[in-house]
Antibody
Framework: QLQLQESGPGLVKPSETLSLTCTVSGGSISSSSYYWGWIRQPPGKGLEWIGSIYYSGSTYYNPSLKSRVTISVDTSKNQFSLKLSSVTAADTAVYYC????????????WGQGTTVTVSS | EIVLTQSPGTLSLSPGERATLSCRASQSVSSSYLAWYQQKPGQAPRLLIYGASSRATGIPDRFSGSGSGTDFTLTISRLEPEDFAVYYCQQYGSSPFGGGTKVEIK
């Protein structure tokens, strides 16, 4: 059964780049059946989709974050990653990685989430 | 960009009552790719419904989804104590979520 685990710094300074990794176990990140995504949730607010990457390498980003986001896959490590540049306090959130079934375009497996605080 | 608007923002109901949650899209979306998620405090979201009406693995049959075009509905036939949570809709799996509906105990 597919499992996901986020990792990365819990504290990032303003103007720096936030970098998170999601390690996939129980399945291959190269599978053509899945796609991979990042979602965040600021304190007390709703879910915000950040972006997704497909096995073809295609990426889709939230227009509101597109200029600052990069999502990539490392097949050798069975991981995918998120980079968010020029962060501000507004980027403080719980960050989730998730996998979705391509056939249904719905995210059925989620990581537990990792809290990232942007502060000097 | 298609915007999903969920209503109401908060639904106050008692256990055993029926909950009806709405998700309205700014443009017509394929019902094949409309999903609903449940999130409880301190937990990651959980997929409830995909394809507008298909229950995900392990989801009780008191949860049902319906709709097409621009109007979609999540119905919880009889609320159990564990159903009080926030519910989100999303279309196409790679797009912004709706703003969410909180189902709270009355």
């Amino acid at each position: 059964q597919l499992q996901l685990q986020e990792s990365g710094p819990g504290l990032v300074k303003p103007s720096e780049t936030l970098s998170l990794t999601c390690t996939v176990s129980g399945g291959s990140i190269s599978s053509s059946s899945y796609y991979w995504g990042w979602i965040r949730q600021p304190p007390g607010k709703g879910l915000e989709w950040i972006g997704s990457i497909y096995y073809s390498g295609s990426t889709y980003y939230n227009p509101s974050l597109k200029s600052r986001v990069t999502i990539s896959v490392d097949t050798s490590k069975n991981q995918f990653s998120l980079k968010l540049s020029s962060v501000t306090a507004a980027d403080t959130a719980v960050y989730y990685c998730a996998s979705g079934v391509l056939r249904f375009l719905a995210m059925d497996v989620w990581g537990q989430g990792t809290t990232v605080t942007v502060s000097s | 960009e298609i915007v999903l608007t969920q209503s109401p923002g908060t639904l106050s109901l008692s256990p055993g009552e029926r909950a009806t949650l709405s998700c309205r899209a700014s443009q017509s979306v394929s019902s094949s790719y409309l999903a609903w998620y449940q999130q409880k405090p301190g937990q990651a979201p959980r997929l409830l419904i995909y394809g507008a009406s298909s229950r995900a693995t392990g989801i009780p049959d008191r949860f049902s989804g319906s709709g097409s075009g621009t109007d979609f509905t999540l119905t919880i036939s009889r609320l159990e104590p564990e159903d009080f949570a926030v519910y989100y809709c999303q279309q196409y799996g790679s797009s912004p979520f709706g703003g969410g509906t909180k189902v709270e105990i009355k």
